[in-house]
């Protein structure tokens, strides 16, 4: 009879080579534009040791941003930042609190 393993990691997040979740896939798309920046660059006509020199900077910078963000926030950590940039500290009222309560008369007419 045949024996097959079974694979542990369902329900697990993507994970490579320490990275996790969004942040491989901020990796894999900064890679494939720093790719994409130096092919334009390179046919343009600009010196190839240029080209060469901002591909390994600029690659270098993404590596180590990318996996700064993956040490500082976490699997679901970068998220969570963009979602209390989003949420409201307080709300501003300026009105009187009489005007919230006031009857309209206009709504309710036939």
């Known amino acids: ?22 942040y491989l896939f901020l990796f894999a798309g ?6 994409i920046l130096i092919m334009i660059l390179y046919m343009t006509g600009i010196n190839s040791y240029v080209c060469l020199f901002i591909g390994i900077v600029g690659g270098s910078v993404l590596v ?6 993956n040490k500082k926030y976490g699997e679901h950590g970068l998220m969570k930042v963009g ?9 501003i009222c300026r009105k009187p609190v009489h005007r919230y309560f006031k009857f309209n008369s206009k709504l309710y007419q036939l």
């Open 1 to 22: 009879m045949n024996t097959y393993n079974i694979n542990k990691g369902i329900g697990r997040t993507v994970e490579f080579k320490g990275l996790k979740a969004q």
């Open 30 to 35: 900064g890679l494939l534009g720093m790719l």
């Open 64 to 69: 180590w941003q990318t996996f700064s963000l």
């Open 83 to 91: 979602a209390t940039k989003r949420h409201l500290r307080y709300i």
